[in-house]
């Protein structure tokens, strides 16, 4: 069990879905966070940035996006289910568009490769957790 | 014309919606972010704490939802409408929350009475950005 | 009186400088968020954008402080005298830091223009706020 | 080699002082903005939140102060030596803060027993990153 995990079972109002997946979404964001805050950064400074300003844009994008999901999933003691579930759909766009974005500088930037495969990571478990029981309704509401 | 307003009208892209209207939901997100951080800390130091728990709970998300808004309202440049629409969402209900909590102190606790008056304006400026024509295509696929 | 100045001066413990003063640092944050925002995202759009790489990660690592800087000052319940000194050097720094690379395109790119007066005003209102007697202590300290 | 450090090696202007340790105290920080921020929100779900005020402001304190760290720190591309230094220094003070006062709680609330040895971990990796020759001459000119 890591931290995040052991964190979130002492929540005395309990965690209202899976502690191991969410743990593991915080965990994602966080990771997410650090690697599009470098490889924006890293874009900026590579002699081919006139290539690289899409994919700074939306690293930048990604990285605060992942900052505020790892922050409102981690408190679980005031949960809106709406408010999360808006925020984990935005959170897995925002990974997919980094990703695909990063794949077409991986040949040539490491960042880009590194960065697509922690985007990818945390597009998972973010995707995964709105896949969580708890969702069902929101699920419902919108036919899909 | 505000500076926000001014800003956003320099972006080479343009903006894919009313300037005015964004610039407007920005510096609500602004207001907000300001107002739920202070209220949330004033709740902490009250001496009736005990019923402010959820107050401050509800504060301190609605602060971060609102930093996040405001940021990625800001960067017209690389604008994921899907993204967007979703914080926008996620905005208006963390707002609409506060706004109901604090309304519940707001006749013994200053900061309280406050902060719902800038709460309801920010949850309406980003209300009033999800009627944009812009999000009609997301507004169709939700079925609304 | 502004909303940040009559919200701070609802907090119970008080607040350990001057109230104005205080609202004026955090609301030129604030706008210095927003304007450093717009500016690298702006910067990344440009045709020029390999002379506005500098300029973009200056602002953006601007940004990041002066929202920190503004939550912090925000919440006087909790003040660590120290630990607000020193985001208030870090971020009258940064301010100076994305000013003087702004003024170097200030002729040319409207958005530098206005955020070169933003992060002026901002370093402006926390460097006057280091001049408060709440921190001559750490001045002498400091053989300033 | 974690993903952090690996990332950092990719920037191509190079890192300004040890990769490794600059890693660890990104890492250190990312775990700390978890750790504070689940420990805010158990503090203010507890029986006895009367006696937690502090400690969850410290916590909301030091999760802040530890996430623009570890954004400023991924930045090596544009390093500002001065803003970087006053940061650390911040974040050593606000996790020395929030670690102490979980002390005091740490025998009967899991969360802060967990969340003071994080905090010394971010502390301890910060300040380590702070003796770096790197800042020497930021040292001499404190006299220390």
Known sequence: MTDTEEMLET???????????????????LRCLQTCTTCANADLAEDDIA?????????INCADVCDVTARLLSRPAQWDE???????????RSCQNS???C??????????????????????????????????QLRKLAGA
């Open 51 to 59: 290539e690289m300003g899409v994919c700074a844009r939306l690293c």
């Open 82 to 92: 709406f408010v999360v579930h808006r925020l984990l759909e935005a959170c897995v």
């Open 103 to 136: 794949a077409r500088h991986a040949h040539h930037h490491r960042h880009c490769a590194i960065c697509e495969k922690v985007c990818r990571a945390c597009a998972k478990a973010c995707g995964d957790l709105l896949e969580d029981e708890a969702f069902e």
């Open 11 to 29: 929540v005395p109002t309990g965690v209202p879905l899976s502690a191991a997946d969410l743990a593991a979404a915080i965990d994602a964001c």
């Open 99 to 101: 990703a695909e974005e």
